[in-house]
């Protein structure tokens, strides 16, 4: 499994993780999602390399900035 980091900023809940995750999990390939609003990490498992400016986007979707992959 290849695994793809993302640093993302404003989240601050349970909340906020699943909504990042409800909107990454809609990306083509996404396997896993581990998302941690504490330390603003999200991980996205795949078989295959994701679109990074796919997930880019769902974390935008979802209300969120990604400032670094």
């Known amino acids: 499994m290849t695994t793809t980091e993302f640093q993302v900023t404003g989240m601050t809940c349970g909340h906020c ?3 990042v995750r409800e ?6 390939g996404v396997e896993s999602i581990d998302v ?5 990490r999200l991980i996205v498992g795949s078989t295959a390399p994701v679109d ?3 997930i880019i986007a769902a974390v935008d979707e ?3 900035q990604v400032v670094s992959a």
Not at 36 to 40: S, V
Request: net charge negative; proline share 0%; no cysteine.
């Open 36 to 40: 941690n609003a504490q330390n603003g």
């Open 52 to 54: 990074a400016a796919a």
């Open 62 to 64: 979802a209300g969120y």
């Open 17 to 19: 993780e699943m909504s």
């Open 23 to 28: 909107e990454v999990a809609k990306v083509a």
